[in-house]
């Protein structure tokens, strides 16, 4: 009896070893994987074409954040970013009690920046802004569309209107205080006091005073951000009447509307591995293989990754396939976010052979398709991005022109595009660490 038992009990130990080891979820990445009986394969063998690409401009108008400064990121081939920030001053609130007979006195002019506390490059050297006044109205520039971008400009008197160097440490600091002109304050509270036409009205002080800009030092090692709201960027008038002491605020000009303040960020590529290509051409796209296998997104500088699937049809012809899923797994270089921290997001959008934008890939309810972000807190060697495009990937395998290639850019969210210098260094299909795949498990019946 216990002889059957014990015989019983190895018969069935030795069944359950021989299904497990035909489980069809247990593979190898980098493998395809056949179950005979079901016919679902997994196969993470798609060939993924890599490119850096650089659009001609982004906007960067009503983002709520000003960027200054300059910076060389030799982790992005040796880019450098020089950022502006452009902004119109509101027509203030003047005392009701003005008596130009008061025996008044200018005390100074000064401009309050909050910081945002974003920042991008080396916070620990000195870093130095310069203020100059504007002679043209932002207004004069925006586009048909009521915009103005990262390669936007606005005329302004050379010489500075204020200036001030500091050890920023954003993080822990509340803001910037600079003294500005003398003799343009001075100007200003006569013209105050002696109840002239330039504070009449809005459009009268518009006219009389279109601006500032503010603008890095030559040796600038970051580049920060100031928050852009009518109560964290302002000019203030102060003067006393006797032993008192009086102020009179200038805040952001319609911090509501899109022309109000802007960004100029201009990216250097002279030294660096994309130096060879101008902004979006078809031709012009910055192979991975010329860039070290890698890939660059940069949020302001209009910097994105493309990918190509060319072959995708090809992998799955023959016979009749259902796909189950797809991920796009996406792997950001190891060492290169430590200073720069990864963006929680990414965005995903459908693009044609010139690069055009066809659309942001969306959820079946509607909503923008995001990422599930893993961090590998120890090593950085299992840092990805994973992304369903199982419905994508079945629309495409559903066409009929096969001359489409199958393409994606891959943008920062929109929070961090237009308003930072976040970046995000992404591995291509090829190299030997960081790499990126596209899995797909489908059904052969």
Not at 261 to 267: A, E, G, M, S, T
Not at 325 to 335: F, G, H, K, T, W
Request: overall charge negative; aromatic content about 12%; charged content about 20%.
């Amino acid at each position: 009896m216990i002889k059957h038992i014990l015989a019983f009990l190895i018969g069935t130990i030795f069944t359950l070893v021989l299904y497990s080891c035909n489980d069809v979820n247990s593979f190898t990445l980098g493998q395809d994987l056949v179950d005979a009986k079901t016919n679902v394969i997994i196969t993470d063998s798609c060939t993924i074409k890599a490119y850096t690409i650089k659009s001609d401009s982004v906007v960067t108008s009503g983002s709520g954040t000003a960027l200054v400064g300059k910076y060389t990121d030799n982790l992005m081939g040796n880019v450098a970013v020089e950022a502006s920030s452009y902004f119109n001053v509101a027509f203030p609130t003047l005392p009701i009690d003005i008596n130009p007979n008061d025996d008044y006195v200018f005390d100074s002019l000064t401009l309050c920046l909050h910081y945002s506390h974003y920042f991008y490059g080396d916070t620990t050297a000195p870093y130095t802004i310069e203020a100059h006044e504007l002679t043209e109205k932002i207004e004069s520039r925006v586009n048909t569309n009521g915009y103005l971008f990262n390669t936007s400009s606005v005329d302004y008197y050379p010489s500075k209107f204020g200036e001030k160097t500091v050890r920023p440490r954003p993080s822990f600091h509340d803001s910037i205080h600079m003294r500005l002109d003398d003799v343009r304050g001075i100007d200003m509270l006569t013209k105050i006091m002696n109840r002239e036409a330039q504070f009449d009205n809005a459009a009268n002080f518009s006219d009389y005073f279109k601006g500032i800009v503010l603008k890095p030092g030559d040796f600038n090692k970051c580049v920060l951000g100031f928050y852009a709201a009518d109560t964290s960027m302002y000019m203030r008038l102060h003067y006393h009447i006797g032993g008192t002491q009086y102020f009179i605020k200038f805040g952001l000009k319609n911090q509501t509307d899109q022309v109000s303040q802007f960004n100029r960020v201009i990216p250097d590529f002279s030294n660096s591995t994309l130096k060879d290509s101008p902004p979006k051409r078809l031709d012009d796209r910055i192979s991975s293989d010329k860039t070290a296998n890698q890939t660059y997104i940069q949020g302001s500088t209009g910097l994105m990754t493309r990918l190509e699937f060319p072959y995708l049809k090809t992998l799955l012809e023959g016979g009749n396939i259902k796909i189950l899923s797809a991920e796009l797994i996406l792997s950001p270089i190891r060492n290169t976010y430590s200073m720069e921290p990864l963006p929680s997001s990414l965005v995903l959008n459908k693009l044609d052979n010139t690069n055009t934008n066809e659309g942001t890939l969306l959820t079946a309810r509607g909503a923008t398709l995001t990422p599930y972000l893993t961090i590998d807190p120890q090593y950085n060697e299992k840092t990805f991005y994973t992304f369903d495009l199982t419905s994508y990937i079945t629309n495409v395998f559903q066409q009929t022109d096969n001359t489409i290639v199958p393409a994606l850019g891959v943008y920062l969210s929109s929070d961090k595009n237009f308003s930072s210098l976040s970046r995000v260094i992404l591995g291509d299909g090829y190299g030997t660490t960081n790499v990126s795949k596209l899995k797909i498990t489908y059904w052969r019946y």
